[in-house]
């Protein structure tokens, strides 16, 4: 799915999801950094810990790959969320479209793998292709490309 192929509809729905997502993150860290702080009941006034202010500010200054692992990850479980958003688009959006594509590609292996039997060739474990040097799939890009010599 590429994002300049969609509909002016369906693109209007995907920055509505989007946008929802983004609204959840937002208020789960709201409600979170609410939970850090304190408030003066007599003036209604909430204050941060200088601790929290001081390691928040400096996260917010700090590039994404400078981060510490911790807070890397922190960031990813979020990303995940927005991951989560555009798989479930795309299933409701183009989900038979993908599927049939899917299983073209897969009938497409086997009988790329069939055809490799037929020569005596080395065939991808993964994809089925029939090119490769032993190290990478020609076909499927695979690093782990492992040759295996069938005999007719």
Not at 16 to 27: C, G, P, R, T
Not at 77 to 97: P, T
Not at 106 to 126: K, N, S, W
Request: with cysteine; charged share 25%.
């Amino acid at each position: 799915m590429r994002i300049d192929t969609l509909t002016e509809s369906e693109r209007d729905d995907l920055v509505i999801a989007l946008a929802d997502v983004q609204h959840e993150i937002w208020a789960h860290w709201m409600r979170y950094m609410f939970t850090q702080g304190k408030t003066d009941f007599i003036t209604g006034d909430w204050t941060m810990p200088v601790a929290k202010a001081d390691r928040w500010k400096r996260q917010m200054d700090t590039p994404y790959a400078d981060l510490t692992s911790q807070e890397r990850k922190s960031d990813i479980e979020q990303a995940e969320k927005v991951i989560a958003v555009l798989r479930e688009w795309q299933q409701d959006y183009w989900g038979d479209a993908l599927q049939s594509h899917n299983e073209a590609l897969d009938t497409i292996g086997v009988l790329r793998g069939e055809i490799a039997q037929l020569r005596g060739m080395d065939i991808c474990q993964d994809c089925g292709g029939d090119g490769g040097m032993g190290v990478l799939c020609a076909t499927c890009s695979n690093s782990g490309y492992v040759a295996r010599k069938v005999q007719p």
